[in-house]
Structure formats: structure tokens, C-alpha cells
């Protein structure tokens, strides 16, 4: 697949609008999810280097911001987690290095995580729900809530590891697919 080489690459418009939404669905997505779950995963399978050559935020960097910025301060209460999928690298460290900057400067909810998994989106997520069906239990049991961003996840193999209504997709790579 053809794409950018270097690190970070010059943000296009179709991103812009992508972003916006993602800003938008995200500002209404935490509140209700955080209301209902105890516990929330957030996945975005193509993290990219969490910025843009212009300065831009990349949709992990939004994600972030968005949960530390919302005003609804009971969010902050609740099992937040974030995982970051990439499988170049160097963009992995760029992302880890945004992460950790933003981890100094706002105070970070005891309860909120953040991880960077360098790796392919498919084979991660596998490995990663695999091991919670060996295990027999559950990434986002009963009172919780797995969201997954910029992917193409085959659900059937996993869905019945997941709770009703316990995971949703919204895949942002291309904008008329929305799930
Ligand atoms: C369009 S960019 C990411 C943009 C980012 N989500 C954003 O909105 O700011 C896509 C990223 O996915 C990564 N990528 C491509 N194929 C991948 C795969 N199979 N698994 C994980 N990452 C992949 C690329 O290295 C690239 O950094």
C-alpha cells in the first residue's frame, strides 16, 4: 500500500473532515459511554504519528485532548483506556513522545491509561483478544465498553468474547463506511 515514508506528512482535507467528526462523535461518545460503563477501551487501529508537518493533531492526540479537555468532569472518574495501533516505528516514538508531553502537562485521571502497540492492526488486535478468550475473560466485561476507530476488524471471530452492545466501530478511513 502506497502512503507517506516519512514520519510525520503534510494533513489533506479529507483528514481535516475526518478529524472534525471524530472531535465531534468523541465530545458525545465519552459522557454517555462513561455514564453507562465503568470501564471504556478506546482502539485506534492506524494511530499514525499523532501529528501532522503543519502541527496538526492526529486523531490519537485528539482522542486524548478530548477526554483530558471535556467538560464533563465525571469522565475523569471512570476506567478509561486508550490503545494506540502503528506499525511503523519511528511513528510510534513520535506518537509516545506527544503522549508523554501531554502526560506532563495536564494531570492525567488516575484511572486513565494510554498505550502505543507497535505493530500490525489485525495480527494486535487478534493477539490482544485472543489472550482474553484464553483467559476467559474480558477486556471490557460486563460493565464496560470497547470502541475501535480507523479499523477493519473481522467482529465475528471475536464477538462472542464481547458483551451485547459492548463493542462498536467506527471506521474513519474512508467516510461514507461508518459503522
Ligand atoms: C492515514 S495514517 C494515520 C492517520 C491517523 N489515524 C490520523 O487520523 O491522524 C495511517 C497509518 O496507519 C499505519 N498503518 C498502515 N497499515 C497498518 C496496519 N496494517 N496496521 C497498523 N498500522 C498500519 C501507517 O503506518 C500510517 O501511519
Same mark, same amino acid.
Given at each position: 500500500m502506497s502512503g507517506p515514508k516519512t514520519v510525520?506528512?503534510? *494533513?489533506?482535507? =479529507?483528514?481535516?473532515? !475526518? =478529524? @472534525? *467528526?471524530?472531535? !465531534? $462523535?468523541?465530545?458525545?461518545?465519552l459522557p454517555i459511554m462513561t455514564t453507562y460503563n465503568g470501564k471504556i477501551v478506546f482502539i485506534d487501529g492506524f494511530a499514525g504519528p499523532g501529528e501532522y508537518t503543519g502541527g496538526e493533531s492526529g486523531s490519537p492526540i485528539i482522542a486524548i485532548d478530548t477526554f483530558l479537555n471535556h467538560s464533563y468532569q465525571k469522565i475523569r472518574d471512570k476506567e478509561v483506556i486508550f490503545l494506540f495501533i502503528e506499525q511503523d516505528k519511528a511513528r510510534c516514538e513520535h506518537l509516545e513522545m506527544l503522549l508523554s508531553n501531554r502526560a506532563q502537562k495536564h494531570l492525567f485521571p488516575s484511572k486513565s491509561t494510554y =498505550?502505543?502497540?507497535?505493530?500490525?492492526?489485525?495480527?494486535?488486535?487478534?493477539? /490482544?483478544?485472543?489472550? +482474553? @478468550?484464553? !483467559?476467559?475473560? &474480558?477486556?471490557?466485561?460486563?460493565?464496560?465498553?470497547?470502541? +475501535?476507530?480507523?479499523?477493519? *476488524?473481522?467482529?465475528?471471530? =471475536?464477538?462472542? *468474547?464481547?458483551?451485547?452492545?459492548? /463493542? &462498536? /466501530?467506527?471506521? /474513519?478511513?474512508?467516510? &461514507? @463506511?461508518? $459503522?
Amino acid at each position: 500500500m502506497s502512503g507517506p515514508k516519512t514520519v510525520t506528512w503534510v *494533513i489533506d482535507e =479529507h483528514t481535516h473532515a !475526518k =478529524h @472534525e *467528526i471524530l472531535r !465531534k $462523535y468523541l465530545q458525545g461518545w465519552l459522557p454517555i459511554m462513561t455514564t453507562y460503563n465503568g470501564k471504556i477501551v478506546f482502539i485506534d487501529g492506524f494511530a499514525g504519528p499523532g501529528e501532522y508537518t503543519g502541527g496538526e493533531s492526529g486523531s490519537p492526540i485528539i482522542a486524548i485532548d478530548t477526554f483530558l479537555n471535556h467538560s464533563y468532569q465525571k469522565i475523569r472518574d471512570k476506567e478509561v483506556i486508550f490503545l494506540f495501533i502503528e506499525q511503523d516505528k519511528a511513528r510510534c516514538e513520535h506518537l509516545e513522545m506527544l503522549l508523554s508531553n501531554r502526560a506532563q502537562k495536564h494531570l492525567f485521571p488516575s484511572k486513565s491509561t494510554y =498505550h502505543v502497540l507497535q505493530g500490525n492492526f489485525n495480527a494486535t488486535i487478534d493477539d /490482544l483478544l485472543t489472550g +482474553i @478468550e484464553d !483467559k476467559q475473560a &474480558s477486556l471490557a466485561p460486563n460493565t464496560s465498553h470497547l470502541r +475501535i476507530c480507523n479499523s477493519s *476488524i473481522n467482529v465475528a471471530t =471475536h464477538a462472542q *468474547i464481547l458483551p451485547n452492545d459492548g /463493542l &462498536s /466501530l467506527m471506521r /474513519l478511513s474512508g467516510l &461514507s @463506511e461508518m $459503522y
